[in-house]
């Protein structure tokens, strides 16, 4: 059974169509990218998930129970993170890990150790008995962090993580979201920067105006869909005639010169095709000393979807 | 009871009961850290301090051997209108509100915890903190009518039961503006005003006009005191009195304790389940 299953989703706010019959499974212990521009309804659907909205249509099931319906039940083995969370300004981080430990049912004794650890782990021990209310929106993300990790949950919902923090801040949750793969977590995490879910996820739902446009592997997007660009480096420059040829190449869609001695090509072959095309252009006398995929089609192929949808 | 499920070894959730008991005693320990109790303290001891001090200077306290002790009480019970709207206020009217308003309900509420049980806990906790701050202004009453005149009357029971009642439905009413309301300062704001001014100010109105403002809920705090006028229930105030000053009659109207018990109770219930079902429907939107 799926961690979480959503089935045709809606959301209408006064009228205005948010979420769009919108269906996805996340399997277990992947972790799934919810990737889309702001406004695509990525926190729509993460705030049905959390039973902080009523859904328009539709259903989804955490763990195999109707959030919809039974929102207690359903929750019971997630963990999440919405926007950048407030928490009582009053409580110190050990007293509301405490009161959350104890709103899920873990037994005060393992509660203690289980939350000096998540304190650990999102590195706030310094500041576990101080009052959370003059703490920063880094420190208060990462309270939301060890909330989230506190009962071990099966699945695990964060919306934009890393938003409004400081690059330092950024790097820390994402080494933290690593570790949790790591360690076996199931994680679905929304996201408006494709470089991001590239770098953490396994698999990615692209999702603009409240639909879903695509839910593959990462690694498919790039090769599957034949939007490999290849960056090649040349010694010397290239002459009309040779870039005619190259053109020419089986599998190659197109050739941009952006210096004499700078192809980009977009190519639309797997590796061996790749190890040929590379063989073809030393045949054809030019001199490569670099030959890598550019990194870049992906991004062009995500703003052509996004540019498809609008 | 099982701590972990045998087949999962994931942590059992706590019943509903469970769980209203944990946000009760969350919720009283952030008044606690709020201060208000204190603030609450520092204002009646304040009052019957003043209450006790002054009639010393203008020939001391009411010395009838009957009705002494219960016009000593009264002339405390004479500001418990204002202290009971200020609870009601400061505990019920940002109580839930602030959930949204905060942003704390982004913590909160995806916790495997029902709206009803977050709702119930949250009142709990300030039905409690009020009726503390209520039942230490009695006890000092009542201290100070024994130390002053070595008797206790039972009429300051029933006075004290009257001013929960009335002040947990005071509390409902504002529960329902919190629920209802989109910023702390406005639901604050608005709680204040209703009671003070314009349920206070209908009275006023009514009254002059020879209408008996029966269901108005502020017009029922008089029971409070007028179960202080002496042995009940022989002094307790006739439901209207009529006056004549010089080619002027004008009606006072007085509450009585069952009309009173029912309106209070009304405005409880409907004002709670008000607030319940906006709470529980409530969506965290922004
Ligand atoms: N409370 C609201 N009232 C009206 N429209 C809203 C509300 N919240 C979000 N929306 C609209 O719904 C759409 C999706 O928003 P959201 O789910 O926040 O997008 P994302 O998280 O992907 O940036 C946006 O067009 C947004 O303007
Ligand atoms: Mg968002």
Known sequence: MEPLVIESLSKDYDGFRALDSLSLKVEAKSCTGFLGPNGAGKTTTIKILTSMLRA??????????????????????????????EFYPELTPIETLDYFARLR????????????????????????????????????????????????????????????????????????IKALRLQGYTVFMSSHL?????????????VDKGKLLIYDTVQNLSTKRHVLKLEVDLVGKIDTETYTKVCALDKVNGVQCPTATKMLIDFDGDTADRRTLLESLQRLGLQVYSFADAGVALEEFYMDLIKESR | MAVTNAET?????????????????????????????????????LVSALVLAVPPFFGGYPSDPILGPYSFAQNFTSTINFLIILLAVFYGGDALVSEFSNKTGYAIFPNPIRRSSLFMGKLFSSLLACVLVLGAYYII???????????????????????????????????????????????????????????SML??????????????????????????????????????QSYNVTRFDFVVYNPTVM??????????????????VVFRRREMLG
């Open chain 2, 203 to 240: 009275s006023g109105i009514l009254m002059f006009a020879k209408v008996r403002a029966e269901p108005l809920l502020t017009f029922q705090a008089g029971v409070i005191s007028s179960f202080l006028n002496g042995p009940y229930p022989g002094f307790f105030p006739p439901p209207e």
């Open chain 2, 9 to 45: 070894g994931k942590y059992v959730l706590p019943s509903d009961f469970d769980q209203i008991i944990t946000v009760t005693r969350v919720e009283f320990l952030r008044n606690l850290r709020r201060k208000r109790l204190l603030i609450f303290a520092i204002i009646i001891a």
């Open chain 2, 141 to 199: 009453i009542a201290a100070s009518m024994i130390a002053v005149y070595g008797t206790l009357v039972i009429e300051l029971l029933y006075s004290f039961l009257f001013a929960v009642l009335y002040m947990s439905a005071c509390l409902g009413v504002a529960f329902a503006i919190s629920a209802l309301m989109k910023s702390t300062v406005s639901a604050l704001v608005l709680t204040f005003v209703l009671f003070l001014f314009v349920l």
């Open chain 1, 56 to 85: 328009t249509g539709g259903r989804a099931f955490l763990n195999g129970v109707d959030v919809t319906t039974d929102p207690k039940e359903a929750l019971a083995r997630v963990g999440a993170v919405v926007e950048t969370p």
């Open chain 1, 194 to 206: 494709l470089f991001e879910v590239q770098q953490l996820c396994d698999k990615v739902a692209v």
């Open chain 1, 105 to 176: 049912g873990i037994p005060s004794d393992r509660a203690k150790s289980r939350v000096m650890q998540v304190i650990d782990q999102v590195k706030m021990g310094e500041w576990k008995d101080q009052r959370i209310g003059k703490f920063s929106k880094g420190m208060k993300q990462r309270i939301a962090i060890a909330q989230a990790l506190l009962h071990e949950p099966d699945l695990l919902v964060l919306d934009e993580p890393t938003a409004g923090l400081d690059p330092r801040g950024m790097a820390e949750v994402r080494d933290i």
């Open chain 2, 259 to 276: 009309n009173g018990i029912i309106v209070c109770t009304v405005w409880l219930v409907v004002s709670l389940l008000l607030a319940y």
